[in-house]
């Protein structure tokens, strides 16, 4: 399956024109030498388990290093900071609070309904998990609409699914697709309580 988009993240960044590489052999564009240094450290400790590496035209994405299997906690989403507002790094957990999660989680990239992974919040923080078996090479995908209520800016999405959305909203405007999907277990539990947004 080729689902993309630059995820809340990286997503809208401008598209770039990479080939697939290893990070060895390349340095992509619009990151510091702080970035750069947290990529090559998360490499590091996901080792044999995911690389971060350059995703065709989408700038940064999340691979798999091995053939991965479904129900497996693979990525560890740590918060370095809260905010009450969403931004492109960020990942919603409730109504007004928004994690700023690390290297690798912003750099997974998003894809509508057939996505290969999911999150499930804890506390305050969240990891990933498989969704399904995936093989090794294959990008991790995961649907921003299943933790954000109002993504920071609304952006087109080419992910390339049979059900693409079109734009990416959040999930007050696709909340029933996304349920459908995934089912509750892969989305944030702020969004199934009936408390209304204030
Ligand atoms: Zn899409």
Redesign the pocket.
């Known amino acids: 399956m080729i689902?993309s988009?630059l995820k809340n993240t990286v997503a809208i960044r401008p598209v770039r024109t990479l080939t697939f590489r290893s990070l060895s052999s390349v340095v992509a564009p619009d990151i510091n030498d702080l970035e750069q240094e947290q990529i090559k450290q998360a490499n590091e400790a996901y080792h044999g388990i995911v690389e971060i590496s350059v995703s065709g035209d989408r700038g940064w994405g999340v691979f798999a290093s091995r053939d991965l299997v479904k129900g497996e906690r693979l990525i560890k989403i740590t918060p370095f900071s809260f905010t009450d507002t969403p931004n492109q790094h960020s990942i919603q957990i409730d109504w007004k609070k928004h994690m700023n999660v690390d290297i690798p989680a912003r750099f997974v990239n998003?894809?509508?309904n057939e996505a290969n992974v999911g999150i499930k919040i804890r506390d305050e923080a969240a990891d990933f998990y498989a969704l399904r078996d995936i093989e090794s090479g294959d990008e991790l995908l995961w649907d921003y609409e299943t933790t954000e209520y109002r993504v920071s800016e609304n952006f087109p999405?080419?992910?390339g699914?049979s059900r693409?959305?079109?734009t990416?909203r959040g999930y007050y405007a696709h909340g029933n697709q996304v349920m459908k999907a995934y089912g509750p277990d892969f989305i944030a539990p702020y969004l199934l309580k009936k408390t209304p947004l204030k």
Do not use: M
């Open positions: 689902c988009v998003h894809c509508c999405c080419n992910c699914s693409c959305r079109g990416i």
